[in-house]
């Protein structure tokens, strides 16, 4: 199994207050993302990483923000949550972005806002 | 753009029985790869399968085995002999390129809930 964790695991929140989420993986990969999963939509990409502070947004970008200031790091910041976050937040890694790598997923964050 | 359809939404067998999920993919490249990923009733994605799309030939894993075909554009998953320890959501996904950092995304299917039944 990819080495990946994603912390916290689960979390309740209210409306309006800002929430982090953090991936970190043990494998030296370069690239790392993003994705939510809604029911009736499978799993969507919010932002992905290339590099260290090298981050850009994906089909659902709005709201959320990254950050990734080391190689093992991802951590996604939702600046005022709102309820249409609730969501569960999938972090992925994979070794190199060109069109042959497996992307890993970590066990996802179960978010609720209220 | 890309687009990947799992017609079925669930599926419901007794144990023992085989049974087929079905992905049908929308792609303008010529080459492509296409994915399947299980998620058990856990909640983690579990990578199952990477098939490019110069690849035509079957494969077998166990009771796994994947049947693409460029004709039909399908890429169906089929579970022979089927367990309770099968019983998961089923999501097929093909990659999409992302013009920024030469990075990809996976684009999903809405995914296919399988039940078996003892």
């Known amino acids: 199994d990819a080495g990946i964790t994603q912390s916290p695991r689960h979390k309740v929140t209210e409306t309006g207050t800002p929430v982090t989420l953090r991936c970190h993986q043990t494998e030296n990969h370069r690239y790392m993302y993003w994705y939510r999963q809604d029911p009736g939509h499978g799993l969507r990409l919010i932002h992905y990483?290339?590099?260290?502070?090298?981050?850009d947004k994906g089909e659902v970008s709005d709201g959320y923000s990254v950050s990734r200031s080391k190689t093992e790091d991802f951590l996604l910041t939702l600046e005022s949550a709102t309820s249409s976050q609730t969501s569960v937040y999938f972090c992925?890694?994979?070794?190199?972005?060109?069109?042959?790598?497996?992307?890993?997923f970590g066990p996802g964050t179960r978010l609720t806002v209220l | 753009a890309q687009k990947v359809t799992q017609a079925q939404t669930e599926i419901s067998v007794v144990e023992k029985e085989d049974v087929t999920l079905d992905c049908v993919y929308e792609?303008?490249?010529?080459?492509?790869?296409l994915f399947w990923y299980k998620q058990p009733p856990s909640g983690e994605l579990v990578f199952l399968i990477r098939?490019?799309?110069?690849?035509?030939q079957n494969e077998i894993s166990g009771r796994y085995s994947w049947n693409f075909q460029k004709s039909t554009s399908s890429f169906n998953f089929t579970i022979t002999a089927s367990q309770v320890v099968d019983s998961a959501v089923y999501f097929c996904?093909?990659?999409?390129?992302?013009?920024?950092?030469?990075?990809?995304?996976?684009?999903f299917g809405k995914g296919m809930k399988l039940t078996v039944n003892p």
């Open positions: 992925a890694i994979s070794e190199s972005g060109i069109r042959a790598d497996t992307q890993y």
């Open positions: 990483s290339y590099g260290v502070k090298d981050t």
């Open positions: 996904a093909l990659i999409q390129p992302i013009t920024q950092g030469g990075s990809e995304k996976l684009v």
């Open positions: 098939r490019n799309s110069f690849d035509e």
């Open positions: 792609t303008r490249d010529t080459t492509y790869y």
